[in-house]
């Protein structure tokens, strides 16, 4: 299955997207507690902003909503070494291929060609198969399968406005509570709040807890470079809706549930599976690029960060709780001292008026 569904305006330009953020706004580090961050609601039909904390969560749902999460785990994808010509490398795994095989992006002062050699870690050796564009396909010669390699010589790909190492503490941190499928570069941010206290409280109320998958890949952290964002070409990412998250969903649209989606990659997914107009188990690649008059077709809610500028990801929450809304929002998480992106706080969106499917 392949899901592509874009809601373009070709009026909007890049222009509209662009803001300033302090440096200092731009989390470090994770809050001392997971489920202790701020949190800014905003009414999307009204443009209402609410000052309020994650833990305020629950008041926002009842019994019967359904609150979907991407179940995707974060690899040890970056890995380090030389080329067989000795000058230095840095290697970012960006899908596994199979069990030997990988595309990935390389960092080098020369770009290595197809055939030529890489020893990673002191440990492994690596064959350039192909380059397509940025992408590599790499062969790792070593009897351990791709996974175990780099569970064991990898390390936690930070975001590189996070401008310091990986620690033990953000193996722990920079992974949901609740991940299972390996295969993202990046965490899907905006689970990071839930604790096990705040996913209890929820099943306790009678929310139903659903999950997808939609693995994370670099393109997340890419600005848009074109000005007019039709011209924008959205990377491609793995996703599945399994059959038992469309019936819960079914299932509570049928009494009046309303559906959470959290973070942009969950909303994704379900709205991927959804492209032909009917939600549906799906499996298979997306590269649905969501922006302002996009017509959604699956959520009501998001529970996202804050996201970087000129990023598909601050066009899509434009898209779903409205353009001049989301700039107000910004400006008012700025002035109010917010941290802004994968460490940061979050920020809870209504879903605005004329955002909905038709029928």
Not at 3 to 15: C, D, F, L, M, S
Not at 110 to 130: N, Q, Y
Not at 263 to 280: F, I, Q, V, W, Y
Request: proline letters at 4%; a neutral charge; charged letters at 25%.
């Amino acid at each position: 299955m392949c899901a592509r569904a874009t809601g373009i305006i070709p009026a909007v330009k890049i222009q509209d997207f662009d803001f300033d953020i302090p440096p200092e706004l731009i989390a470090q580090f994770p809050a001392e507690q997971r489920a202790s961050s701020r949190m800014l609601h905003l009414e999307g039909s009204s443009g209402v902003l609410r000052d309020g904390w994650f833990a305020d969560l629950p008041s926002y749902l009842r019994a019967g909503d359904v609150v979907v999460f991407n179940d995707t785990r974060v690899m040890k994808a970056r890995l380090y070494g030389v080329r067989e010509t000795g000058g230095r490398v840095e290697v970012m795994v960006e899908r596994i291929l199979d069990a030997q095989c990988a595309q990935a992006v390389i960092r080098a002062s020369h770009a290595p060609k197809p055939g030529s050699r890489l020893f990673l870690c002191d440990a492994i050796e690596v064959t350039v198969v192909d380059r397509d564009h940025d992408l590599y396909t790499l062969r790792f010669e070593h009897e351990s399968t791709l996974i175990d390699l780099l569970e064991r010589y990898g390390t936690l790909p930070l975001p590189r406005y996070i401008l310091r190492s990986a620690t033990k503490t953000d193996e722990a941190r920079y992974q949901t509570i609740y991940a299972k499928q390996a295969g993202a570069v990046a965490a899907p941010t905006a689970g990071l709040h839930f604790d096990e206290n705040m996913l209890m409280t929820l099943r306790e109320m009678g929310v139903v807890i659903a999950n997808v998958t939609l693995h994370v890949g670099l393109g997340t952290f890419q600005p848009v470079r074109v000005e007019n964002i039709a011209d924008h070409s959205m990377h491609r990412e793995i996703f599945d809706v399994p059959a038992e998250t469309v019936e819960a969903i079914k299932c509570a649209k049928a009494i009046g549930g309303r559906v959470l989606a959290v973070g942009t990659t969950s909303l994704r997914a379900l709205e991927a599976a959804a492209a032909d107009g009917e939600l549906k188990p799906g499996h298979g690649e997306t590269d649905i690029f969501i922006t302002p008059g996009y017509r959604f077709r699956v959520v009501e809610r998001l529970l996202t960060n804050f996201h970087l500028p000129r990023s598909t990801l601050l066009m899509l929450v434009s898209a779903f709780g409205g353009t001049e809304n989301i700039r107000r929002a910004y400006q008012h998480a700025i002035k109010g001292r917010y941290r802004f992106f994968s460490y940061g706080d979050a920020m809870l969106i209504e879903r605005g008026a004329g955002c909905a499917q038709p029928g």
